[in-house]
C-alpha cells in the first residue's frame, strides 16, 4: 500500500520503511520553535528535569514576536529570561527586536525550514510551514521541552484529508479566501487530528504568500498539519532563502485518504468567517450593513508581501474611513523594508493608516490594537474567537487582504470592487 506525503516524512524520521495513520512514531525533528508566551514555561520545564544543554544549538529557535516591543512588565521579564537562556546555551536563532519578526513568516524567510522536514512548534500556528513540503505542528510547551533536549519526539500517525483545487482564480482572491471557504465547508473540527494536503492545478497557481496562508489555518479545521506538494515556486523559494539541503516527497498513487474533496476555486468568493468562529463563514456581499470600528491587515497568516501589495492597491488614493482604526503590520522587518520601499509606507500613510512594526500584537489580543466593548473589527488574522482581540463582547470577522482593505475605505464590510 502506498503512503501520502505525511506519512512518507515521518516514516523516515522514524527510520522506518512504512507507517501508517493510527500508528504512534518516535521521529527525529529538524527544529523546535518557542515564542515569548510559550517559551518561558518551556525552560521552567527544562530546569525542573535536571537537563544541561539542547539538542543541538542551531536547531532551536526562540522568536520574542507576540508581545513585542515590550508591552509591560511581565512581557520583558519573559523575554529576559528567554535571552538569558539563549546567551547561556548559545542558542544560533535567537530573534528579538530589529531582528524579530513574526515567527511563521519569519523561520522560513530566514531558511530555517524546508521540505521533507520535521518541525514542532509551541504554538498551534507552526503547521504553516507545510506550504515548503514540510511536516510541521504546533505542541504545548512541556512538549517542545522534551524536544529541545532530546531531539525527538512522538507522533500518531494523522490520516490524510485530500483538498484537490481546480478552475480559474477570480480577481482578489487569495488562498485566505480558500482555506475559510473550506471551513464554512467542513467546520472548526472537520479535519481533527488529520493532514490537510492541498493539490490540483488551482493549488500550483497560488503564489507561496497563499501557501502559507492556507498551511497556517489547518489548525482552525482541527488538523494535526497541512501540508503541499513541492513545485517549481517551492523549489524557488528555498532556493532564495535557504542553504540547507532538502527532500521532496510525494504521495504515492496507491495512497489511503480518509476523505477527497474536489474544489472549483473559480465559485469561491470573498469569503469572512464572522463571529465567533473561523467556520462561520458568509460572503463579503451579505455583510455590508455591518458598521466595522477597526480593520488589521497583518499576522502570520496574511501580512506578508502580497497582503501589502494588494491592500496597497486599494488603499492608493483613498482615505480610510473616518470612524475606523486601519492598522498595517509588516510580518518581518525585510517585509517591512520591501513594502517601504516600494512605496505602500506612503500610500498608508496617506490613507491614514498606523504602521505597526512587526508583532502578532492585535491578533490574540496581546496590544497594537485591542478592541473595547461592543467594537467589531475585520482582521486577516486566524482566529475570531470570543474576546479573542480584546474585551468578551467585541467581534472579529476575518477576511483576505482584498476585503479587509475595502472595509476600511467604505466603514463596512465590503468587497474589493466597492470601495474602487
Sequence with gaps: MGMTITEKILAAHADKEFVEPGEIVDCRIDLAMANDITAPLSLEEFEKAGAKKVFDTGKVVFVLDHFTPNKDILSAENCKKIREFSIKHGIVN?????????????LPEKGLVVAGDVVIGAD???CTYGALGAFSTGMGSTDITYGMVTGRIWFKVPESIKFHCYGEWGKWVTGKELILHILGMIGVDGALYGA?????????ALSMDSRFSIANMAIEAG????IFHVDEKTTAFMKEHAARPYTVYESDAGAKYKQVYEIDVSKVGFTVACPSLPSNAK??????????DQVVIGSCTNGRMEDLEMAATILKGKKVAKHVRCIIIP??????GEAMRRGYFQIFL???CIISPPTCGPCLGGHM????KGEKAVATTNRNFIGRMGHPESEVYLAGPAVAAATAIRGKISRPEEAI
Design 124 to 126: 498551534s500556528h507552526t
Design 223 to 226: 488538523a494535526k498539519n497541512g
Design 350 to 352: 496617506d490613507a491614514g
Design 283 to 292: 460572503d463579503a456581499g451579505e455583510l455590508g450593513n455591518i458598521d466595522i
Design 331 to 336: 510580518a518581518t522587518p525585510a517585509i517591512y
Design 196 to 204: 490537510m494536503e492541498y493539490t490540483g492545478d488551482a493549488i500550483n
Design 94 to 106: 535567537f530573534f528579538e527586536g530589529g531582528q524579530c519578526g513574526i515567527e511563521h513568516a519569519l
Design 369 to 372: 490594537g485591542i478592541l473595547a
